[in-house]
């Protein structure tokens, strides 16, 4: 039998070319078709289409088409009778074939083209791809990435891939991966098989499979054939759990010895062992990876092997270049590896988290020559449960391909995937067939549900696998979130660093936070009663109760069936009074637009209690509660009366059981608290958005300090405070660490050691700051224009270059459509921050000096474009929280002296914004060669002006009227070489 090639036996390759993605208002430019016949390219054909509009600059870079080329040529339609007769008799193979579909309706659908997408394909093939964009996959298939993105280059990719792709899995034997595969996709697979196995031909597809699944399951299907022909290699199963990956192992493969006893003496981390990591000449230089020793990484990374080896608490202030990931990384690599005592990284984005994981530890351990071991580690619902997946994973009579191809994706995962972590599933999988997102709560580990020794796959559950390579394991990443949430059943963790110290308040006042919702009882249903063609809980339970022939279980059944029928009525009642409620706060929303990025809230507050609006929202909570205990009665009482021997007849039930039980009780506890008496320290708030029937009361921590000094930092033997910004300027000691409760003002807890690394950069003559004295005010219509002009101008002048930073998505949004306008006609292209996007944009913007890059929130302090990506940021404004959030006016309240709201405001929301601010700034100068100018325009009003400039120390700063800024900030890219040259 021949190769993979073959498989494409009557098979045409398409890939289109238009001027945007929606087929209602864009048009095809180009078409590209590969034609392959028995595994042989027989023709080509590629043609260009004429466009009703000029093409928008993105497109002409993408892919290289000039409007000169398309001029004269006819239009699709035009075409489309030819083409028809082309494709005829083919299959149609497109890379997210969804695309093309939508754009060939007319070619493609009266001649009812079987289509074959080969992105589904290969996230079957292989799922633990980070990645299965065409790009991606010619650099994973060692193709090489494509010079320009056209049509044909595209078809000849995507027949490139797959037959990479298919080899493989022949050369590897893959035949049992996938026949599980066709059993989930298509009903009667089982039978097919078994009669190709028996020599016979198999029953034809037609009627039993979904049209639109028939290619692919005749492809996998043909593959299967292949691979059986094809033994698989011998794998000798190892014992124990799942292994970590090899290169995070230590080289001599020794492991972490056991944790030893705290009396056991510390072996310290000598000054000139740091320094022969990280100093000139040490081994990281020696590596010739790009490494230069830093003065200030050196002193830092040495007062933290003090830290780790004497205990007690470090606080640095990294200046921008510092290093600081390594400066930590050393030093705790060494003292772990020495002493048997693990050492925790948590940042709090997982950027940097990946750039941990994936850049700095991958390096010292080359460095060291293997010396450490290091894993990543993440909270238990992160990772897949093998029981629950196969569970949820089963398939009916009658499923349509969009409730198969998820369940067999998540199959594949189980077979492919090294740790089982479902943030890594597809994006793509999601947003193309959604009932992906609903099965993915239904397959998490939970510490409720798990059966631990007592479950067929615990030694390769990844799970418990990742708990036990933790303690094997020197160096842990983790995140904040986790670090605040640390379960018992994980490894101690007595040595700690906090890395992006100054999240560290939101993120505990997350870890204390709770919230009843229309979210939290939509899970909790889908969790009993089941969605999209899952199972819920209780079909499990009524087969259980009906087995056991016992009269009362029926009236049992119908019981709690009934009681969670009141659960979602009380609830839906409670919301509808929540929204009722919130009604007032929506109506006297300030006018400020930045705050039109959150729900209307309200604060209830002992008056919002004593109001007569209140009284039915209490009475819901009070129904809700009711509701929720008779459930739980029926749950945790009568259930055990009928089935007293659950737990050793059907354990995944029991368990799954005990998960519920544990929902509905947490439930139950928060209404409780909300209708009661509130508990002292705590923000209750409403919020509603009645379009999207969405409602939530709330109930946060109004001051973390004595929980993150007390009750955390005060149980680790050693913890290390890591920032760029621990300070809002020139304060003696870091607000950050006020707030934390660390700033040696509470008895019995000292302050950490203070240590401000300075930036490397010379900060005074590689950048310039102007605050523009007269801009109009951020919220306001004019600023709108005022704004795009100054982008666009500055843009103009640079070629591109400049990164806006805004306070407001909205604004954003409208003011990077007028720039678009503006700029695209002079070929400077305009990207705008999008969910999930901000690595590529950034790495664009790094890669091209022709582009204007703007984003929020997250582009503030998670971007880093060094070199000459970019040449200025502009800020809208100071990135202040409302006023009318709940929780800052309950953590401002105190703060304000005599009633003064100003000093609440000084002393809360103004550090908060001048931390972000100088994060923001921060992004202009990555490295030694970075030169560039920072506009604000918001210079602050002048009661607080000064405290602006202190956070600004360093740089050089100008307070200006805009017909000033703009002839000084000419002068100083025109000196720092950022004119765009003719």
């Known amino acids: 039998m021949g190769g993979a090639a073959e498989l494409f036996n009557r098979h045409v390759f398409l890939d289109l070319e238009t001027t945007g993605l929606d087929p209602r208002v864009d048009e095809v430019i180009e078409l590209g078709a590969l034609f392959v016949e028995n595994g042989q390219v027989v023709d080509r054909y590629v043609h260009f289409f004429a466009a009703s509009r000029p093409l928008a600059l993105t497109i002409r870079r993408l892919t290289g088409i000039e409007d000169a080329q398309l001029a004269g040529m006819p239009r699709l339609a035009d075409k489309v009778p030819e083409l028809r007769k082309r494709l005829a008799g083919w299959t149609v193979v497109a890379h997210n074939a969804s695309f093309e579909k939508g754009f060939l309706p007319e070619l493609l659908g009266p001649i009812r083209a079987p289509v074959l997408d080969s992105c589904e394909l290969m996230h079957y093939l292989h799922p633990e791809l980070s990645s299965h964009s065409l790009e991606a996959l010619l650099r994973w298939a060692g193709k090489g990435p494509r010079s320009r993105h056209r049509a044909m280059t595209d078809c000849e990719a995507t027949h490139a891939v797959l037959v990479h792709a298919m080899e493989g899995c022949i050369r590897d034997g893959r035949a049992e991966d996938l026949a599980d595969l066709l059993e989930t996709l298509d009903p009667r697979a089982a039978l097919r098989l078994a009669q190709i196995e028996a020599g016979e031909s198999g029953l034809d597809l037609e009627g039993d499979v979904d049209p639109e699944a028939r290619p692919l399951v005749s492809m996998l299907t043909g593959l299967w054939r292949l691979c059986r022909a094809s033994p698989a290699p011998l794998k000798l199963e190892a014992t124990g759990f799942l292994p970590g990956r090899p290169e995070r192992l230590r080289l001599d493969g020794t492991k972490l010895p056991p944790e030893p006893e705290e009396s056991t003496p510390v072996l310290p981390v000598r000054s000139e062992e740091v320094s022969a990591l990280l100093g000139p000449g040490g081994a990281l230089e020696r590596a010739q990876e790009g490494f230069a020793a830093r003065p200030a990484q050196l002193e830092m990374a040495q007062a933290v092997a003090r830290t780790l080896s004497e205990g007690g608490q470090l606080a640095v202030e990294a200046g921008t270049g510092t290093g600081k990931s390594l400066a930590y990384l050393a030093p705790a690599a060494l003292f772990a590896a020495r002493n048997g005592r693990k050492v925790g990284v948590a940042p709090h984005t997982k950027t940097l988290q990946d750039q941990l994981i994936e850049k700095d530890l991958p390096r010292l351990h080359r460095a060291t020559g293997g010396a450490f071991s290091y894993t990543l580690l993440k909270g238990q619902t992160n990772y897949l449960c093998r029981r629950r997946a196969l569970d949820v994973t089963r398939v009916e009579p009658g499923m349509s391909h969009a409730a198969r191809a998820p369940r067999a994706y998540l199959r594949a995962v189980m077979r492919r995937s090294l740790d089982g972590d479902l943030d890594r599933l597809s994006h793509w999988f999601r947003e193309r067939f959604p009932v992906l997102i609903a099965l993915a709560p239904a397959v998490r580990s939970e510490a409720a549900t798990t059966l631990g020794e007592r479950c067929p796959h615990f030694h390769r559950c990844y799970y418990h696998s990742a708990v036990a390579q933790a303690r094997d394991a020197d160096v842990l990443v983790i995140n904040q979130s986790l670090a605040f949430a640390w379960p018992q059943r994980y490894p101690k963790m007595e040595h700690l660093v906090l890395d992006e110290a100054h999240e560290v308040e939101d993120v505990a006042t997350t870890a204390l936070s709770s919230e009843?919702?229309?979210?939290?009882?939509?899970?909790?249903?889908?969790?009993?009663?089941?969605?999209?063609?899952?199972?819920?809980?209780?079909?499990?339970?009524?087969?259980?109760?009906?087995?056991?022939?016992?009269?009362?279980?029926?009236?049992?059944?119908?019981?709690?069936?009934?009681?969670?029928?009141?659960?979602?009525?009380?609830?839906?009642?409670?919301?509808?009074?929540?929204?009722?409620?919130?009604?007032?706060?929506?109506?006297?929303?300030?006018?400020?637009?930045?705050?039109?990025?959150?729900?209307?809230?309200?604060?209830?507050?002992?008056?919002?209690?004593?109001?007569?609006?209140?009284?039915?929202?209490?009475?819901?909570?009070?129904?809700?509660?009711?509701?929720?205990?008779?459930?739980?009665?029926?749950?945790?009482?009568?259930?055990?009366?009928?089935?007293?021997?659950?737990?050793?007849?059907?354990?995944?039930?029991?368990?799954?059981?005990?998960?519920?039980?544990?929902?509905?009780?947490?439930?139950?506890?928060?209404?409780?608290?909300?209708?009661?008496?509130?508990?002292?320290?705590?923000?209750?708030?409403?919020?509603?958005?009645?379009?999207?029937?969405?409602?939530?009361?709330?109930?946060?921590?109004?001051?973390?300090?004595?929980?993150?000094?007390?009750?955390?930092?005060?149980?680790?033997?050693?913890?290390?405070?890591?920032?760029?910004?621990?300070?809002?300027?020139?304060?003696?000691?870091?607000?950050?660490?006020?707030?934390?409760?660390?700033?040696?003002?509470?008895?019995?807890?000292?302050?950490?050691?203070?240590?401000?690394?300075?930036?490397?950069?010379?900060?005074?003559?590689?950048?310039?700051?102007?605050?523009?004295?007269?801009?109009?005010?951020?919220?306001?219509?004019?600023?709108?224009?005022?704004?795009?002009?100054?982008?666009?101008?500055?843009?103009?002048?640079?070629?591109?270059?400049?990164?806006?930073?805004?306070?407001?998505?909205?604004?954003?949004?409208?003011?990077?459509?007028?720039?678009?306008?503006?700029?695209?006609?002079?070929?400077?292209?305009?990207?705008?921050?999008?969910?999930?996007?901000?690595?590529?944009?950034?790495?664009?913007?790094?890669?091209?000096?022709?582009?204007?890059?703007?984003?929020?929130?997250?582009?503030?302090?998670?971007?880093?474009?060094?070199?000459?990506?970019?040449?200025?940021?502009?800020?809208?404004?100071?990135?202040?929280?409302?006023?009318?959030?709940?929780?800052?006016?309950?953590?401002?309240?105190?703060?304000?002296?005599?009633?003064?709201?100003?000093?609440?405001?000084?002393?809360?929301?103004?550090?908060?914004?001048?931390?972000?601010?100088?994060?923001?700034?921060?992004?202009?100068?990555?490295?030694?060669?970075?030169?560039?100018?920072?506009?604000?325009?918001?210079?602050?009003?002048?009661?607080?002006?000064?405290?602006?400039?202190?956070?600004?120390?360093?740089?050089?700063?100008?307070?200006?009227?805009?017909?000033?800024?703009?002839?000084?900030?000419?002068?100083?890219?025109?000196?720092?070489?950022?004119?765009?040259?003719?």
């Open 516 to 982: 009843l919702s229309d979210f939290a009882f939509g899970r909790l249903t889908e969790r009993l009663h089941g969605r999209d063609g899952r199972r819920g809980l209780f079909a499990e339970l009524r087969r259980a109760l009906f087995a056991s022939r016992r009269a009362e279980a029926r009236v049992l059944m119908s019981e709690i069936e009934s009681a969670l029928l009141s659960v979602g009525s009380s609830a839906r009642g409670l919301g509808e009074r929540v929204v009722a409620l919130c009604e007032p706060a929506s109506a006297s929303a300030s006018e400020d637009a930045d705050e039109t990025a959150y729900a209307p809230e309200l604060r209830i507050t002992a008056e919002v209690r004593a109001s007569p609006p209140w009284e039915p929202v209490r009475e819901g909570l009070m129904d809700v509660r009711e509701c929720l205990q008779s459930l739980h009665k029926l749950l945790t009482v009568g259930l055990p009366e009928i089935l007293p021997d659950l737990a050793v007849k059907i354990p995944p039930l029991e368990r799954e059981l005990a998960g519920a039980v544990s929902e509905v009780l947490e439930l139950t506890t928060l209404a409780s608290e909300l209708s009661d008496e509130p508990a002292e320290g705590r923000c209750y708030a409403a919020t509603a958005v009645p379009r999207k029937q969405r409602w939530s009361l709330s109930a946060q921590p109004v001051n973390v300090a004595a929980y993150v000094s007390r009750d955390f930092a005060q149980h680790k033997r050693s913890l290390v405070l890591a920032s760029a910004t621990l300070s809002t300027g020139t304060e003696r000691m870091p607000y950050v660490l006020g707030r934390l409760g660390l700033d040696g003002r509470n008895e019995g807890i000292p302050a950490p050691r203070m240590l401000r690394a300075p930036t490397p950069f010379d900060l005074r003559k590689q950048a310039l700051v102007v605050l523009v004295t007269d801009a109009p005010r951020a919220h306001e219509e004019a600023f709108i224009d005022w704004a795009a002009t100054r982008v666009s101008g500055l843009a103009q002048v640079m070629g591109g270059r400049v990164l806006g930073l805004f306070a407001s998505t909205r604004r954003m949004e409208r003011v990077g459509d007028q720039v678009k306008a503006r700029l695209e006609p002079q070929g400077i292209e305009v990207m705008r921050q999008s969910r999930g996007h901000g690595r590529s944009l950034a790495a664009r913007q790094e890669k091209d000096t022709g582009t204007v890059l703007l984003g929020t929130k997250s582009f503030w302090q998670g971007v880093d474009i060094p070199g000459r990506g970019v040449g200025c940021v502009f800020i809208d404004k100071l990135p202040l929280e409302p006023a009318s959030r709940p929780l800052v006016a309950a953590r401002e309240e105190p703060l304000a002296r005599g009633g003064n709201a100003h000093l609440g405001f000084l002393h809360y929301r103004l550090p908060r914004a001048l931390l972000m601010l100088r994060q923001g700034v921060g992004r202009l100068i990555r490295s030694h060669g970075d030169r560039g100018v920072v506009v604000i325009a918001d210079p602050g009003h002048p009661s607080y002006r000064q405290l602006l400039l202190d956070a600004l120390a360093g740089y050089r700063v100008e307070l200006l009227p805009w017909s000033e800024a703009r002839v000084r900030v000419f002068a100083a890219i025109e000196e720092m070489g950022l004119i765009r040259k003719a």
